[in-house]
């Protein structure tokens, strides 16, 4: 409209009188203040001598003859790859049905620093640059810039008003009056409206358009929950590019011929740079400007030096100098809390972890992690557990060494040591408080330590933190700590034999052997050979296993301990009943049976009971098993113990002796008394060896259906278990 009226000749004044309107409507219409109603466009077309055609096309439903249509954009990103999901969903909040741009759509696109943010919102604002045919606004909020020069949003509005046409004289001076008249000047245009590296809401909220069709795309390390509870901001959160999106982006960079000369080399160069976009594409770069460095080097610069090699002179490829502009912002507590979850051994984080490193209460540690979160230097994947990536984490630890002392970092390793220790003694002792365990080094002060009331709670536990423990005992070896290295296998156990995860048995145990044979305690010794010989009896490794036993009964006997002695071989009848050794495995346990009653150990009594009675039902003597195995229940009966897998597998010998004395009710009912018992024990493992049994019964006895409903039942738990036997089961479903 200004243009058109200078080009005539006119004054405002002047316009105003041909018009039949106030000069004060002009001025104010001019400046972006007003939006003409179409009576008054009408008249002000007819004052400016436009025909119908320019009034139609141009002043009244497009641009007004020499309205600015800025296109401030960023240039396209080069290579850009993946984030369909993403793209799919911007494209969906800026169109309703119709294919129209729904009124003043907002999308808060927040995630960790490098995680590709801006390159996804520049990407696709030029794929939707047709949409917003009045143009497109950019503005850098430099909420995270190196220099900590944030944007002030008067500014922002100032350089926005400026490229909609609005000379520098006529901008307001107050943040309020160029909001009002930047909201103004958007009010009947389609814009798209670009804020990259938002600080916060704050910074975001005086930038916001009011008018419809307009759509406003902010990015940030902060999650902009203030944007989406006020302002009805679409939430889009970015995560870390796929394995395939990986290979991806670095194949467009660098050629799929190189890469394909080198794959163990990329697999490696992908998961040292985490799938994080920024560090893929500066691994890229190093590889280009270096064509004669082979990925197999590069891959071990990676490998010994990360945060160093992921730089490449500026600080926006520096993926260290990148994390520190999120760094910088937080508060004292929460960057201490960030750094020392560098000593966390991962792969997620717990409050109470993370409340025993830093010696803090559970309360305040939430916020602090919250706050963390908020900026997106964690994720909170699940309620209460949180993680972050490999390369913030070694970024994590890598302020840890340069902020923290020394006595410092290992005080908050030790408390978050402990924390894991107690705790998986704990949930071991609810499962198996007939183990006697070697008392452990007493938790340091500001260590936090949970309780697990019963079974479910411990093994709810000891299912979420399993990965957590075995990082754990590995952080413990290479640390040279060895005690809490050998408490954690010990502690570990019971719950890895329930689950049937054996490997892991295994290779903890082996772990722990090392440690008990540094520290020269034959104690940890012989006991870690009994754990090592059921991980290698489980994973079918017999002789292995044979021999650990009698390793360790020897080692009883110098030790004096009777106790040993017989629960070693209790655990070498079970290998030997394995290899149809059943007279000598008879003997062992006969032997177990005498050291317990001379150490008056009912509980462990009742246990050698069974262990005889299952032995007579290998050799065939059902009566005589009965016997044993009957005395075994009246045993566990009487002592009212909470051992229910022992009186679960008692039960279960009892059943099994009626089945082949052809008493197959009785059997039945002595299966559902183990079927209980280890339910409450919360041993799905062995629930579905009583399943299978209940089968065979069924199947015993004539009743194919309720025979195949109990293996079906049984085969369940297995394949959750991912256990072998499965195959067992389908083949005999199958017959």
Same mark, same amino acid.
């Given at each position: 409209?200004?243009a058109?009226?200078?080009?005539?000749g006119l004054t405002?004044? $002047?316009?105003?009188?041909?018009?039949?309107?106030? %000069?004060?409507?002009?001025?104010?219409i001019?400046?972006?203040?007003?939006?003409?109603?179409?009576a008054?466009?009408?008249?002000i077309?007819?004052?400016?001598r436009?025909?119908?055609?320019?009034?139609?096309g141009?002043?009244?439903?497009?641009?007004?003859?020499?309205?600015?249509?800025?296109?401030?954009?960023?240039?396209d990103?080069?290579?850009?790859v993946?984030?369909?999901?993403q793209?799919?969903?911007?494209?969906?909040?800026?169109?309703?049905?119709?294919?129209?741009? +729904? *009124?003043?759509?907002?999308s808060?696109?927040?995630?960790a620093?490098?995680?590709?943010?801006?390159?996804?919102?520049?990407?696709?604002?030029? #794929?939707?640059?047709a949409?917003?045919p009045?143009?497109q606004?950019?503005?850098?909020?430099?909420g995270?810039?190196?220099?900590?020069?944030?944007?002030? =949003?008067?500014? +922002?509005?100032s350089?926005?008003l400026?490229?909609?046409?609005?000379?520098?004289?006529?901008?307001?001076?107050? /943040?309020?009056?160029?909001?009002?008249?930047?909201r103004s000047?958007l009010?009947?245009?389609?814009?798209l +409206?670009? @804020?990259d590296?938002a600080?916060?809401?704050?910074?975001?909220?005086?930038?916001?358009?009011?008018?419809?069709d307009?759509?406003v795309? +902010?990015?940030s390390?902060?999650?902009?929950?203030?944007l989406?509870?006020r302002?009805?901001?679409?939430?889009?959160?970015l995560?870390l590019?796929?394995?395939?999106?990986a290979? #991806?982006?670095?194949?467009?960079?660098?050629?799929?011929?190189?890469l394909?000369?080198?794959?163990?080399?990329v697999?490696?160069?992908?998961?040292?740079?985490?799938?994080?976009?920024?560090?893929?594409?500066i691994?890229a770069?190093?590889?280009?400007?270096?064509p004669?460095?082979?990925?197999?080097d590069l891959?071990?610069?990676?490998?010994?030096?990360?945060?160093?090699?992921?730089?490449?002179? !500026?600080p926006a490829g520096?993926?260290?100098?990148?994390?520190?502009?999120?760094?910088?912002?937080?508060?004292p507590?929460?960057?201490?809390?960030?750094?020392?979850?560098g000593?966390?051994?991962?792969?997620?984080?717990?409050?109470?972890?993370?409340?025993?490193?830093i010696?803090? =209460? %559970?309360?305040?540690?939430?916020?602090?992690l919250?706050? /963390?979160?908020?900026?997106?230097l964690?994720s909170?994947?699940?309620?209460?557990?949180?993680?972050?990536?490999?390369?913030l984490?070694?970024?994590?630890a890598?302020?840890?060494?340069?902020?923290?002392?020394?006595?410092?970092? $290992?005080? *908050?390793t030790?408390?978050?040591?402990d924390?894991?220790?107690?705790t998986?003694?704990?949930?071991?002792r609810?499962f198996?408080?007939?183990r006697?365990p070697?008392?452990?080094?007493?938790p340091?002060p500001?260590?936090?330590?949970e309780?697990?009331?019963?079974?479910?709670e411990?093994?709810?536990?000891?299912?979420?933190?399993h990965?957590?423990?075995?990082?754990?005992?590995?952080?413990a070896?290479?640390?040279?700590?060895d005690?809490?290295?050998?408490?954690?296998?010990?502690?570990?156990?019971?719950y890895?034999?329930?689950? *049937?995860?054996? #490997?892991?048995w295994?290779?903890? #145990?082996q772990?722990?052997?090392?440690?008990a044979?540094?520290l020269?305690?034959?104690?940890?010794?012989?006991?870690?050979?009994?754990?090592?010989?059921?991980?290698?009896f489980?994973v079918?490794?017999?002789?292995?296993?044979?021999?650990?036993?009698?390793?360790?009964?020897?080692?009883y006997g110098?030790?004096?301990?009777a106790?040993?002695?017989?629960?070693?071989? @209790?655990?070498?009848?079970?290998?030997?009943?394995?290899?149809?050794?059943h007279?000598e495995?008879?003997?062992?346990?006969e032997?177990?049976?005498?050291?317990?009653?001379?150490a008056?150990?009912?509980?462990?009594e009742?246990?050698?009971l069974?262990?005889?009675?299952?032995?007579?039902?290998?050799?065939?003597d059902?009566?005589?098993?009965?016997?044993f195995?009957e005395?075994?229940?009246?045993?566990?009966?009487e002592?009212g113990?909470?051992?229910?897998?022992?009186?679960?597998?008692?039960? !279960?010998? %009892?059943?099994?002796?009626?089945?082949?004395?052809g008493?197959?009710?009785?059997?039945?009912?002595?299966?559902?008394e183990?079927?209980?018992a280890?339910?409450r024990?919360?041993?799905?493992?062995?629930?579905?060896?009583?399943?299978?049994?209940?089968?065979?019964?069924?199947?015993?006895?004539?009743?194919? =259906?309720?025979?195949?409903?109990?293996?079906?039942?049984?085969?369940t738990?297995?394949?959750?278990?991912d256990?072998?036997?499965?195959?067992?089961?389908?083949?005999?479903?199958?017959?």
């Amino acid at each position: 409209m200004r243009a058109r009226r200078r080009e005539l000749g006119l004054t405002q004044e $002047e316009l105003a009188e041909l018009a039949r309107i106030d %000069v004060k409507t002009v001025r104010m219409i001019e400046t972006g203040r007003r939006t003409p109603r179409p009576a008054t466009a009408r008249m002000i077309a007819d004052a400016l001598r436009l025909d119908d055609e320019e009034a139609r096309g141009q002043f009244l439903t497009g641009p007004a003859p020499g309205r600015p249509v800025p296109a401030q954009l960023p240039p396209d990103v080069y290579g850009f790859v993946g984030r369909t999901a993403q793209l799919r969903a911007l494209d969906t909040i800026t169109t309703v049905a119709g294919g129209r741009p +729904v *009124a003043v759509a907002i999308s808060a696109l927040s995630g960790a620093a490098g995680i590709g943010k801006t390159t996804l919102a520049v990407h696709w604002a030029h #794929q939707a640059r047709a949409r917003f045919p009045d143009g497109q606004l950019h503005a850098d909020l430099r909420g995270f810039d190196p220099d900590g020069s944030l944007r002030d =949003p008067g500014d +922002v509005l100032s350089g926005f008003l400026g490229a909609l046409g609005v000379e520098f004289k006529e901008i307001p001076a107050g /943040l309020d009056d160029r909001a009002a008249l930047y909201r103004s000047m958007l009010a009947d245009r389609k814009m798209l +409206v670009l @804020l990259d590296n938002a600080r916060d809401a704050a910074q975001v909220r005086p930038l916001l358009p009011g008018a419809k069709d307009c759509m406003v795309l +902010v990015t940030s390390r902060d999650d902009l929950a203030g944007l989406v509870a006020r302002h009805g901001a679409h939430p889009l959160g970015l995560h870390l590019l796929s394995t395939d999106e990986a290979f #991806q982006l670095l194949a467009r960079r660098l050629g799929a011929d190189r890469l394909a000369a080198a794959p163990a080399a990329v697999e490696e160069i992908i998961t040292r740079c985490a799938r994080l976009p920024l560090a893929l594409t500066i691994a890229a770069a190093l590889a280009a400007t270096r064509p004669e460095v082979a990925l197999e080097d590069l891959a071990a610069e990676l490998r010994d030096t990360r945060l160093d090699t992921l730089a490449v002179g !500026d600080p926006a490829g520096d993926v260290r100098a990148v994390f520190s502009w999120s760094y910088r912002t937080l508060t004292p507590g929460a960057a201490r809390l960030f750094r020392l979850l560098g000593l966390h051994p991962g792969p997620e984080m717990t409050v109470e972890s993370a409340a025993s490193l830093i010696a803090e =209460p %559970v309360v305040r540690t939430r916020l602090l992690l919250a706050e /963390l979160a908020t900026a997106s230097l964690l994720s909170e994947p699940l309620p209460g557990r949180f993680t972050f990536h490999d390369l913030l984490r070694a970024y994590a630890a890598d302020r840890a060494y340069r902020e923290e002392e020394v006595t410092a970092r $290992e005080a *908050a390793t030790r408390r978050m040591m402990d924390h894991f220790l107690h705790t998986a003694l704990a949930a071991d002792r609810v499962f198996a408080r007939h183990r006697n365990p070697i008392a452990a080094p007493a938790p340091a002060p500001g260590a936090l330590v949970e309780e697990p009331p019963g079974r479910d709670e411990a093994m709810t536990w000891f299912l979420a933190e399993h990965e957590v423990l075995l990082a754990a005992i590995d952080q413990a070896a290479r640390t040279g700590n060895d005690a809490h290295v050998w408490h954690l296998a010990w502690s570990m156990a019971t719950y890895l034999h329930r689950r *049937a995860l054996f #490997q892991d048995w295994v290779t903890t #145990q082996q772990t722990a052997m090392a440690a008990a044979v540094r520290l020269g305690d034959r104690d940890r010794q012989v006991r870690t050979h009994t754990e090592l010989a059921g991980g290698y009896f489980n994973v079918g490794r017999v002789d292995e296993a044979l021999d650990h036993l009698r390793e360790a009964i020897t080692l009883y006997g110098a030790l004096g301990d009777a106790m040993g002695q017989a629960g070693a071989n @209790l655990n070498l009848a079970i290998v030997l009943g394995v290899v149809d050794r059943h007279r000598e495995a008879l003997a062992c346990n006969e032997q177990a049976l005498i050291f317990y009653r001379q150490a008056g150990s009912g509980e462990h009594e009742a246990h050698a009971l069974n262990a005889i009675g299952w032995c007579h039902v290998q050799l065939g003597d059902y009566p005589l098993a009965l016997r044993f195995s009957e005395e075994s229940v009246a045993l566990h009966l009487e002592l009212g113990d909470d051992d229910h897998s022992g009186l679960g597998a008692a039960w !279960d010998t %009892v059943g099994y002796a009626h089945h082949h004395l052809g008493n197959y009710d009785d059997a039945l009912r002595c299966y559902a008394e183990a079927l209980a018992a280890y339910r409450r024990a919360a041993d799905p493992y062995n629930e579905s060896e009583i399943l299978t049994h209940i089968g065979d019964t069924h199947d015993a006895a004539g009743d194919r =259906p309720k025979a195949r409903d109990a293996w079906r039942r049984s085969l369940t738990i297995l394949e959750n278990l991912d256990h072998p036997d499965a195959a067992t089961l389908r083949a005999k479903l199958a017959s």
